[in-house]
């Protein structure tokens, strides 16, 4: 009988040993509710596509009385297989936001000024609150003289970490197209002008609103303008340290 336990018992030990974790830790299992949320991300919109601009733009102007919004903002032909062209003829001050807002997304697109070497605009991104002229907002510089600078509108109440400033000014010749990236991810604005990224913004408040482009005096063009959401950074986990099991020292003794 006394055999009999013994083998019984050591036959669920041995299965006992088999279902034991040999130690390891197993590597983390990605989350499906992250994968999910990922392949729901929409493709990239584009808000010059040739058809109805104003399903994606709200025209905001400075004067009491709203402008033929038509005359400031106009789209036309870029010509045999070439873009839609979005003109702006700079008058009077104001902007157009787009319809919806965004949080973590990419922002491209390209602008040129045709003649004017001291022309003005900019970009306005976390555009938030009121729609008056200027909204609280951060602005992307594209003065000529001093495009690529990047801070909060003045007054406004937007506040970040730090502003940016290109430690060389920007050569970008009037009459040519130049290419604008700006990647927005959890409150940091990062800057790419043809190609090259000139910094970052961090710690922006607000961190959330809709873009805008601004009419500010000088006639200028955009084309290609393409905004695509991002999905959020992943949260970092701290790795466990696992402390490795010490052998026995035999005893000296």
């Known amino acids: 009988m006394g055999g009999v336990v013994y083998s019984v018992l050591?036959?669920?030990l041995?299965?006992?040993q088999e279902a034991t974790p040999s130690g390891k830790v197993s590597p983390p299992q990605k989350s499906e509710k992250a994968t999910s949320d990922t392949k729901k991300l929409p493709g990239p919109e584009k808000l010059l596509n040739g058809g109805n601009f104003w399903d994606h733009w709200k025209y905001i102007s400075e004067e009491e009385k709203e402008a033929?919004?038509?005359l400031t903002w106009k789209v036309v032909s870029g010509g045999k297989d070439q873009p839609s062209i979005l003109i702006c003829s700079g008058k009077p001050y104001g902007y157009i936001r787009?319809?919806?807002s965004y949080e973590n997304f990419r922002f491209s697109m390209e602008w040129m000024y045709p003649s004017d070497p001291n022309a003005n605009s900019g970009i306005l991104l976390f555009t938030s609150g009121p729609d008056k002229v200027w909204p609280k907002a951060f602005q992307v510089q594209l003065h000529r003289p001093e495009a690529g600078n990047v801070f909060p509108t003045p007054g406004s109440g937007a506040k970040s970490a730090n502003g940016l400033s290109?430690?060389?000014p920007l050569d970008l010749p009037v009459g040519k197209w130049?290419?604008?990236v700006l990647t927005c991810r959890q409150g940091t604005i990062s800057v790419m002008i043809n190609g090259v990224k000139l910094g970052e913004v961090t710690g922006c408040d607000p961190s959330k609103g809709?873009?805008?482009l601004q009419s500010e005096g000088s006639e200028i063009h955009f084309r290609n303008l393409i905004v695509e959401i991002l999905p959020p950074p992943e949260p970092v986990v701290?790795?466990?340290?696992t402390v490795p099991k010490q052998e026995a020292t035999p005893d000296s003794n």
């Open 178 to 180: 130049h290419k604008c």
């Open 68 to 70: 033929n919004r038509n």
């Open 238 to 241: 701290p790795q466990k340290t």
């Open 210 to 212: 809709a873009i805008a």
């Open 10 to 12: 050591g036959i669920s």
């Open 98 to 100: 787009t319809q919806k």
């Open 166 to 168: 290109p430690a060389t």
């Open 14 to 16: 041995a299965h006992a």
